[in-house]
């Protein structure tokens, strides 16, 4: 496989040098699904962080993303050999490939919360972010009962996640990447049906590019670049989906996209563009003066062009293209510092507070750009600082309080897993129950049979749950306890009195093979009231005495109380 970006590197930079080799010598005898050496995949990943244009830390992390987890490589090595950042953002990835996605509705935001709350470093996201755009163009190898889960994950959890980050071309390939699998028959449709235009609207666009170029350059707008966009298959889908299936109405199969040098040239270019050919009402979408949340910035119109045909045309800078390709990397920009030929010693270009749109938000990033160690600490994550994020050994995420332990964890499952909690492990290790979790821990909780929660625990959960449920138990605990256990019952039964009636009585009793301990009769009221005490307790057996004796039309009422 060609690696240019990692090639160079690796000629020029010592410790991207040595993190190649670690990574080559670890995985030498290991072999994918595909039947290709296992090096080929982290080398990809490699590949894919150097060519977002991320520091050194970040490529070597990519490098070393899977020695701890396939091949035993201690962790410690890694940081006594690469330092803790790259120990940190290796053993974040890890922790990541532990959550298996389920497709439970409910877990696909606390999935999202837990990738963010785990990653302090926003490199271990673009890092992990690189290896599974890997897995993706690969995922034909792996077997078919696992390609749709894998599909799926990438679909509602990481080709989200890289949208949010601004990564827009990222997004889009992994969602198109898992689309095929995920819906199969769509997406053969799709290419039946939509080859054709796609082709047909390409050869229309090349008409249009040397118009828009030639009246860019009369009005004396510097172009970078005219291309094409394609849209893609699966957002062309979805697209259809609200249009009835009518490919016809989807003006923006193929857009035309101008690049040009400045935010005045973006505006100036629109002028030109509405002069040649006038626009749709409503059409006109400017993402430069209100960025998307996630931080594309660009103009969009609609047009009608060339032979009266509904036309798309998107205008931006050259900083907003590269940022609409890879969203928050794109702010590792670097240039020589003179006379410097040292990677690390590259510095990065500042970069405008606006920007970052949503990450921005989401970060608390209010400081100007001007150093990588500046940067990099604003890109520390501390909003999750009050939440951790603790997994199930089925990769269930549960959300939890900051210093939650195995018994918060326990009763955020089931109040019956909380209540016969015995004992836990997290990462594999036994811990005490007062143990304070941490976000990607994995934890499994040790029950027993019958058991039930200690008054003691009340001293050290954190959750409003377990502590309700903890005093719950121990109140009904408390009552069983006090109260004496009932080992009789006494019916109290109010007759017409007549002769033989009591024998009646207490045959239907024997009958239902109930013991009788006594028998007191008041005769001061108008009808007698009999009180037979006996050594059954079961209602149920109660219940359908009762009944038996109500058939006597003497009997005009029945009570009973379990003494």
Avoid at 84 to 99: Q, S
């Amino acid at each position: 496989m060609k690696t240019p970006f990692i090639d160079k590197l690796v000629k020029e930079n010592e410790f991207i040098r040595r993190a190649y080799n670690v990574a080559k010598k670890a995985h030498e005898n290991q072999k994918r699904k595909s039947g290709e050496p296992y090096f080929n995949h982290v080398l990809a990943a490699g590949e894919f962080i150097a060519e977002w244009g991320l520091d050194q830390t970040s490529i070597a992390a990519a490098l070393l993303h899977d020695v701890v987890e396939d091949t035993g490589y201690p962790l410690e090595k890694i940081e006594a050999e690469f330092g803790k950042e790259v120990a940190f953002i290796v053993d974040g990835v890890t922790k990541l490939g532990k959550i298996k996605y389920r497709g439970i509705e409910r877990q696909v935001e606390n999935l999202r919360k837990m990738i963010l709350a785990l990653s302090q470093d926003i490199r271990v996201i673009i890092v992990k972010l690189a290896d599974r755009l890997h897995n993706m163009r690969t995922l034909s190898a792996v077997p078919p009962q696992k390609q749709k889960r894998i599909a799926l994950e990438t679909m509602e959890i990481y080709s989200p996640l890289a949208y949010r980050l601004g990564m827009q071309r990222i997004s889009g390939e992994l969602e198109d990447l898992a689309f095929p699998y995920i819906y199969p028959k769509e997406y053969r449709w799709l290419i039946d049906n939509t080859k054709e235009k796609y082709e047909e609207r390409e050869k229309y666009i090349n008409k249009v590019k040397p118009i828009v170029i030639s009246a860019l350059e009369k009005a004396g707008i510097e172009v970078l670049a005219v291309d094409s966009r394609a849209k893609r298959y699966s957002s062309l889908y979805k697209k259809l989906l609200r249009y009835d299936m009518n490919i016809e109405k989807i003006y923006d199969l193929v857009a035309l996209r101008i690049i040009v040098k400045n935010v005045e040239d973006c505006y100036a270019a629109l002028g030109v563009i509405h002069n040649l050919w006038p626009p749709l009402p409503n059409r006109i979408k400017d993402y430069i003066a209100l960025p998307k949340p996630n931080g594309y910035r660009s103009i969009h119109t609609t047009v009608f062009c060339l032979d009266d045909k509904i036309t798309e045309i998107q205008i931006r800078t050259q900083e907003m293209h590269e940022e609409s390709e890879t969203g928050i990397a794109a702010h590792w920009l670097y240039e020589q510092t003179k006379g410097s030929k040292s990677y690390n010693e590259k510095r990065s270009v500042s970069a405008d507070k606006k920007e970052l749109g949503w990450v921005q938000q989401l970060r608390n990033w209010q400081k100007e750009l001007s150093n990588p160690e500046e940067f990099l600490e604003s890109l520390k994550i501390d909003f999750f600082r009050d939440r951790i994020f603790a997994i199930t050994p089925k990769g269930e995420v549960i959300d939890l309080p900051s210093g939650a332990t195995p018994i918060d964890f326990a009763y955020q499952i089931h109040t019956e897993i909380g209540d016969s909690c015995t004992g836990a492990r997290v990462n594999g290790k036994i811990v005490p129950l007062d143990y304070a979790l941490r976000s990607g821990d994995i934890v499994e909780i040790i029950n027993q049979k019958n058991k039930k929660p200690s008054e003691s625990w009340l001293g050290f959960v954190k959750t409003s749950t377990a502590r309700g449920r903890i005093r719950s138990a121990l109140k009904s605990k408390e009552i069983r306890l006090t109260k004496k256990e009932p080992t009789e019952v006494e019916l109290k039964i109010t007759v017409e009195d007549r002769v033989g009636l009591l024998k009646d009585i207490t045959l239907i009793i024997s009958r239902s093979h109930v013991n009788i301990t006594s028998v007191n009769t008041i005769t001061n009221a108008k009808f007698p009231i009999l009180k037979i005490r006996s050594d059954v307790t079961n209602k149920n057996k109660i219940e359908k005495l009762i009944l038996k004796l109500k058939k006597l039309k003497e009997v005009k009422e029945i009570s009973y109380q379990l003494t």
